[in-house]
């Protein structure tokens, strides 16, 4: 059974960091590219970040030079450094697992807030 649980979220002032984090179970992690996402209420889920079996990673324009993914493969485990948050990265942020076949995953996801 392929689990993805995300966790880290919270409420933040405006101008403060949070660290995501996403434990796979289920699958074999290092053949997998890793993403966030996320869902402000009333608008479409998007892709804030991805990162490759190779690490190579990419951001959405508007978290460039703020956010911060990363993995660990030791511990199936994707994160999300988030800095200098402001008031649209208010969102759920989910995890997402994409790897061979077409085979994909999502976590639940986590709330994140940030407070102005």
């Known amino acids: 059974q392929v689990q993805l649980v995300e966790s880290g979220g919270g409420l933040v002032q405006a101008g403060g960091s949070l660290r995501l984090s996403c434990a796979a179970s289920?699958?074999?992690?290092?053949?997998?590219?890793m993403g966030w996402y996320r869902q402000a209420p009333g608008k479409q889920r998007d892709m804030v970040a991805s990162?490759?079996?190779?690490?190579?990673?990419s951001y959405t324009a508007s978290v460039k030079d703020r956010f911060t993914i990363s993995r660990e493969n030791n511990k199936n485990t994707v994160y999300l450094q988030m800095n200098s948050l402001n008031s649209d990265d208010t969102a759920v942020y989910y995890c997402?697992?994409?790897?061979?076949?077409?085979?994909?995953?999502w976590g639940q996801g986590t709330q994140v807030t940030v407070s102005s």
């Open positions: 990162i490759t079996t190779t690490r190579y990673s």
């Open positions: 997402r697992a994409s790897g061979p076949g077409g085979l994909e995953f």
């Open positions: 289920g699958i074999n992690f290092g053949f997998y590219t």
